[in-house]
């Protein structure tokens, strides 16, 4: 199996809490980070967690962990249709990322 | 903006061709990373340059050749490409051991088109 999975695509209307889901394989990783890419254009980092962190909570975002399960989740409260785009999660191996295959978000008005 | 540009954006190239994809950060970091990025296929790290030293050469072919010639630059040097080689080619910079750990920065990537 992939080091770290996500669901392929997530749709929601506009207004709506969007969750996305991630497992990962590697109990050591110290960092785990969630990542947007929109069309035509690089990776920007959103967040990162700590692995001694359960949650973190950044304007929109909430970060959940569960250690535990090897479980990472993003929520976006109240989706925009600018939240449009592929979400990325990643978790830290000494200098690299390893990357999940990315979760496409679509947002309906 | 992220800190970190790559030129050119798009490139077509033929099989025979020889090219260079060149990144630039500007944002003081330390690390310097390639990724190539293909439809339906997780992000695959290529190459890890850490203080100008190749640290990571991920089974990558020999017709992909990377340089660093100081914390700023990155270039891969393209040559005998194959159409499959197609894809987003994305470099990234980390501070190393920063808060957020190795947290990386982007660029905006080579569209990268073997014909």
């Known amino acids: 199996g992939e080091d770290v999975e996500q669901s392929l695509f997530l749709s929601v209307r506009e207004g709506d809490s969007s969750v996305i889901n991630c497992t990962y394989t590697d109990s050591s990783s110290t960092y785990l980070y969630w990542y947007k890419q929109e069309p035509g254009a690089g990776l920007q980092l959103l967040t990162y967690i700590f692995s001694n962190m359960d949650m973190k909570q950044d304007q929109r975002l909430t970060v959940l962990l569960n250690k535990k399960d090897k479980h990472l989740s993003l929520r976006i409260a109240d989706t925009q249709t600018g939240d449009s785009a592929i979400y990325f999660c990643a978790e830290g191996r000494g200098t690299a990322l390893i990357f999940g295959k990315g979760t496409t978000l679509s947002v309906s008005s | ?115």
């Open chain 2, 1 to 115: 903006e992220t800190g970190v540009t790559q030129t050119p954006r798009h490139l077509v190239m033929g099989m025979t061709n020889k090219k260079s994809l060149k990144c630039e950060q500007h944002l003081g970091h330390n690390a310097m990373y390639w990724y190539k990025q293909s439809a339906k296929k997780p992000l695959e790290l290529m190459f890890v340059y850490n203080f100008k030293e190749q640290t990571e050469n991920n089974s990558v072919p020999s017709r992909f050749s990377p340089e660093c010639p100081n914390s700023s630059h990155l270039f891969l040097h393209l040559h005998t490409l194959q159409p499959e080689d197609s894809a987003l080619y994305l470099c990234a910079s980390s501070p190393l051991g920063s808060s957020g750990g190795y947290e990386q920065y982007f660029g905006p990537g080579t569209r990268l088109t073997v014909t």
